[in-house]
C-alpha cells in the first residue's frame, strides 16, 4: 500500500501524504498553491471556467485530456501530469500559439472564462490537426462564454494552427513524459487521506473487489462527473472514497467476438470511437453526452451504476440487448442491463459489489439502431427524453425484432414493453407506428420538472417512434438537424 | 425640428488610420487591454487578489420560503459550529438595515421578522474558512409561519395588484378613438420570460477594514459609488470614510448594477464588526437564488391598422414580475414604455406599465433594461397584423418605420431626428438576400416532411442616454509622469466590453501617443467620485468625453508651456506620433513633458462630461429623455424539427450601427455577443420556479445559456459604414452595449415564420418566449388543430 500522492505539476514532481479524499483540484490550485488563473464558475462542470488539462499514460505516450478542475478529486491525479493555464508562457514570457490566437482573434471580453477556453484550445491543438467545424464546437462545447457569443474563439480554434508549429510545441515531447509518469506507476493499493477519511485507489480488479468487502459503506468514484456534485453541491462528508480510475483492467474494451466487453472505468471518450464503429447512431448520442470535459472523466460503467433514470447510455445499451456484469469478490454475475434497474434509486446492486464491465452486443445482419436526445440545448445538457430503438423487419416488411427503451420517462430507464409488442410482427408501415404510438402512452407515466412537462415528455417519445419511421422508411425525408446527418438514413 | 436637435458638425473627425499613426489610435480595431491577461489566466478579479492576513470567509443564512413571518430563530448551532467566528442579523446593522438602490427601504439587508422570497438573507456568518461559513450557514433553526404568496405576474394583475413601484403611461393622440375607427383590429397577449444574467464570475465582494472607521471594498460591481453609498448606510458611516475598487468584472450584465449591494454591505458590516477583512462569494446555486434578473412580461395589446398594415392606434399593458421589491423596477419598466414602438410610429397610443409585486427575487437590470421587452412586444403586433393581411411581416415592418421629416413623434413626445432605418434595413434586405431566401425556404417548406425552415428580419431602435438624467454625467482622472508615461482613471468599470481599452485609445489621440503609453487604472471611489453606474450602453459616450476633457487640459497646459518656452505661436505646437513639434524644434513627448514639470506645469487634471440636450418629465410623460437613437437589423434563418420542436439557427446577417465606431473589433464583439445573448433569452434559457416559490433552474446544469455550437452556423455580421453619429458624441461613435442584444428577436421571430408554416402561414402562431423546443412544439400542435377546425376555404 502507497501512502504518498503523486504527480506532475508541469515539470514539477509533486508527492503529497495528507490529502482531503475529496478535496478538488480546483480547491487545491486555488486555496492551498494560490495559482489564481484556474476560474470558478459553476463548481458543477457545466460551465468550464476551471478546465484543466490533464495527462495521462498511454501505453507509451501521454494522452491529454481537458477536465474539469472543480468536480474532479485531486487524488485521482496520482500518476498523470497536470497542466494549469500558468503553464503556458513561454520561459522567455512568449505565448502560446493557443493564447495568441485567442488574443489577436479578440477572442476574449471580460476574461473570467478564457482560461477555461484556453486549456480546452489546448488540448484540441495538442491532440488534432486541423479540425473541422463539428470538432472545435465539440471541443468547446463545455466552455461557456457569455460575452463573445463563440464566435471569435472559434476564430481563434483556427487560428491557432497558424500561429505556432504543433510538433515542436513545448508539450509535444511526449515520450519523454511518458518516460516519467511510468516511473510513478506500480501494482500499489493508493491510501492517502486526511482527518480519519480515506481515499483508496487499487490498481488491479482483485485489489479493487476486496476493497470493496473491507469498506462496505465506502463511495465508489469513476469519473466523479457525479459524485463531485455530491461534494461541491451539497457539501457531502465522504468517508471512504473507492477510486476506479488507477485498475487498468477496468479500463479496457475488449473484442468478444460477438459483442464488445467494456470495462466499466472505460471513459465515454474511450469508448466514443469504438461504439460509434457498431452503432453509429449511439456514437451520435455519445457526442452529445455532457460535453468534452465530462466525456474524459466519466464512465459508461458509472452512467449504469449511478442508477439515474436520466442517463444517457442505458436507454441505448438496453435497447441494444446489452448485459451487465457485476462482480463481488472473486463471483461474478451478468443480468440483461434493464434488471439493474428496480425503481427510481434502486439498483440490483449488493452491498460490496460492483460493475466490473457492460458487454454491448455487436449488431446483426439487417438490424437498425437509432437514439435520439432531446433537450433544451443540443450539447452539454441533461436529456428531457432519451429514446432508442433496434429495429429489424424480415423479408415481408414485418418486424421481426424490436427493443424500445427511454430515459427521462419514468422512474429508471425503461423498456416500453407495450409498444414492443403492438409492433411486433406488424407491417411495419405509418399505421402500425401510430399504434405503437399510441402503446407508448401506457408504458409510460412521465414527470413535469423544468426540463419538460409530462405531456410534452409523452408527445415527443411518441413522436421519436414516427422519426424512426421516417428515417427508416423515407430515405429523401429530412430528419436531422444536428451531427452526422448521413446517420439519418444509415 | 427644434434647433436644439441640430447635429452638431463642429467637432472634426479623426483621420482614418495610416502608417503615421500612433498604434491604438481612435477607430483602430485595437485588441482588449487586458487581452494578454485574459489568456494566461494573469488577470486579477477579486477573488484572485491576495488575501489580508486574517481574512474571514462569509457565507449567508437564506429563506425557505417565499412569505412567512419568521416566528424563531435558533442560531446557536451556527455559532458551534467549527470554524465560525461571528454571526449576524439585523439586530447588529449599526446603521439602517436596508440595501435598496431608491430609497424606498423596502430591501432589507437581512430580514428579520418577514421573508418575502425564497432565498432572502436573514443573517451572515463569518468563518475561518469558506468551506466552513457555508457549513454553518445551513445550520440554522427557523419557525415560519407561512403567508400567502403571489408568485406570479397573473397572479398579482388578476389578484391585487400590488406595485413595488409608481406605475408610467405614455400617451399619444387618442388611442381609443384610433382603435375604434381602424378597419382592422387584433388584440392578444404575450408572455416573455425572465433572463438570469450567468456572468462567468458570479457576485463577489472583499471588505478590509482601515482607521477611524474606515473601509475599502474590492467588489465586482458596475456601480462602485452606489456601494459606497449603501455600504455607508448601513454602517452608519460617512461615505468619504469608505472606498470602493473594482479593477475588472468577469461579467455584469446589469446584474451587477444594484446586485452587488448586498455583498459589499454584508462584507463591510463584518468587517466593521469584528476587525477583520472579509469575503463573501456565494457558491453558483445561491447566487441564482438571492439576485434578481431580468423582468418577466405579460404584454396585453390591442392595435389598429388599415388595409396596408399601417398602424393607426395601439394600447398596450406591461405587466412585470418586479418581485418583493422595488430596485431598479420603475426604470425598467418605464424603458419597456420607451421601447414599445421599436422603430415603428404610432400615431396614437396608449402604453402603460404594471411593475407588479410578487414573492419571488427582486428583478434588476439586465442588457436593454426592459427595452427588449418593449420591443418584442412591437414586433409581435406586427406579426399579428402580417398574419391579418396575408403579408409578408418584413413588408408590415417596413411601411411602419418612423419617417424622417413626418410621422416621428415618439409616444413620448420626443422627436425621432436621426432615423436610419429605412436606409439600414434596405441594405440589409439586399445584402441578406431576404427575398430570394423566402421564396427558396416556401420551396424547401413545401417539401419537407419534418423539417420546417423560418426566416425573420427585424429591426432595433435603442435610446441612448439614462433616463434618470442626472446620472448621464461623468468624470476622469489623467496624470501625466516624467517620463511621458500616461495613467488614466475614470468612473466606468471594465466587465469586458473594452471600456477601458476605448478611453484609452481617446486619450492615446489626444496625446498622440501609442497606447501602450497609457495605463488604465482600477476604478476607484478615492480618484474619480460620484460616479453613475457603468450601465444604459453609457459607458465610452460618457467616460470617452471626460476622459478627452481631462487630456485636453494637459494638452493644452503644455502647449502654452512650450508656446512660452521656446517662443512660437500656440498653433505651432503639435502632438505628432509620440513627438511634438515646437515651431521647426522635434522632441519626444517624453521630453516636452520632463520640460514641462521643470517649469512646475501642472500633469494632472480632471475631467468631466455632462450630455447636452435630454430632459425627460416623467409625471407628464413628454420630453427628450434620449440624446440620440442606435440601430441595428438581423435577419435569421432557422430550421425546426416539427416533430420534437428542436431548432437550430442556419444563418444570421447583421447590420449594425455604432456610428463612427471607437473601436470595430470591439464593437463587432458586443454585436456578436450580444446577439447570442439576446437569441438565448428568447429561446432556450427558462427560469423554473415550483409551486412553492423555489428556482428550480439555478446553475448551469438546468438554466442553458447558449454553447458554442448554438450561434448561427452562418453569421455575417457589418458595421453600417459611413455613418457617423450626427451628434457629438465622443468621435461620433454611438454607444453599443445593449443595442445588438435585441438583434435577437429575429431568431424568435423566424421560429415563429417556420412554425406558421404548419399551418399555410395562416394564423399567427402568437410564440411565446421562450421558445424552448417544448414552446414550439406545443405551438405547431396547436396551430394544425386550428387549421383542422377551420379549412381553409
Known sequence: MRQRLRFYLGDELREIDAVDPTLTVLDWLRLSERRVGTKEGCAEGDCGACTVVVGRLDGDTVRYEAVNACIRFLATLDGCRLLTVEHLKGPDGALHPVQQAMVDCHGSQCGFCTPGFVMSLLALYLNEERPDGQRIDDALAGNLCRCTGYEPIVRAAHAMYEMGDRTTDRFADRAAMAEKLKALRDEEILSVGAGGRRFLAPATVPQLAQLLLDNPGATIVAGATDVGLWVTKFQRVLATVIYTGRVRDLRRIEDRGDALVIGAGVTYSDAAERIAALYPDFGELIRRIGAEQVRNMGTIGGNIANGSPIGDTPPALIACGATLRLRRGAETRELPLEEFFIEYGKQDRREGEFVEAVILPKPAAGERFRAYKIAKRFDQDISAVCGAFRLTLDGEGRVADIRIAFGGMAGTPKRAAGAEVVLLGRHWTEETVRQGMEALADDYAPLSDWRASAAYRSTVAANLLMKLYVETSDPAAETRLVGDRRLAHA | MPDSMAPDVTTPIAPVSTPERIQGAVHDPRRHESAHKHVSGEAVYVDDIAEPAGLLHVYLGLSSRAHARIRSIDLSPVRQAPGVVAVFTAADVPGVNDIGCMGKHDEPLFASTLVEHVGQPIFAVAAETRDQARRAAKLAVLEYEDLPAVLTIAAARDGERTLVTAPMTLRVGDADAALAEAPHRVEGRLAIGGQEHFYLESQIAMAVPGEDGEVLIHVSTQHPTEVQHIVAHVLDLPSAAVTVEVRRMGGGFGGKETQSNLFAACTALVAKRTGRAAKLRPDRDDDFQITGKRHDFEIDYRVGFDDSGLIQGVDMLFAARAGYAADLSGPVTDRALFHADNGYFYPAARLESLPLKTNTVSNTAFRG????????????????????????????????FYGSEDRNLTPYHQTVTDNILPELVAQLEESSGYWQRREDIRAFNAGSRILRKGLALTPVKFGISFTASHYNQAGALVHVYTDGSIQLNHG????????????????????????????????????VPNTSATAASSGSDLNGKAAQAAARTIRERLVAFAA?????????VRFQRNRVLVGDRDMSFADLVRAAYMARVQLSATGFYKTPKIHWDRAAGRGTPFYYFAYGAACAEVTVDTLTGEYVVDRVDILHDCGRSLNPAIDRGQIEGGFVQGMGWLTMEELWWDAQGRLRTHAPSTYKIPACSDRPRIFNV???????????????????????????????HALSDAVASVAGHRFCPRLDAPATPERVLGCIAALRERAAASPQS
Do not use: H
Open chain 2, 564 to 572: 512660452e518656452n521656446w517662443g512660437v505661436a500656440p498653433d505651432a
Open chain 2, 718 to 748: 457589418a458595421l453600417l459604414e459611413n455613418a457617423p453619429n450626427r451628434e457629438d458624441t465622443i468621435f461620433r461613435s454611438k454607444a453599443v452595449g445593449e443595442p445588438p442584444f435585441m438583434l435577437g428577436m429575429s431568431v424568435l
Open chain 2, 492 to 527: 466606468g468599470i471594465e466587465m469586458g466590453q473594452g471600456l477601458y481599452t476605448k478611453v484609452a485609445q481617446v486619450v492615446a489621440e489626444e496625446f498622440q501617443v501609442d497606447i501602450s503609453t497609457i495605463r488604465p487604472t482600477a476604478t476607484n471611489t478615492g480618484k
Open chain 2, 369 to 400: 433594461f426592459g427595452g427588449p421587452q418593449g420591443m418584442v412586444a412591437a414586433e409581435r403586433v406586427i406579426d399579428e397584423i402580417a398574419f391579418a393581411l396575408g403579408k409578408d411581416p418584413l413588408e408590415i415592418r417596413k411601411r411602419n
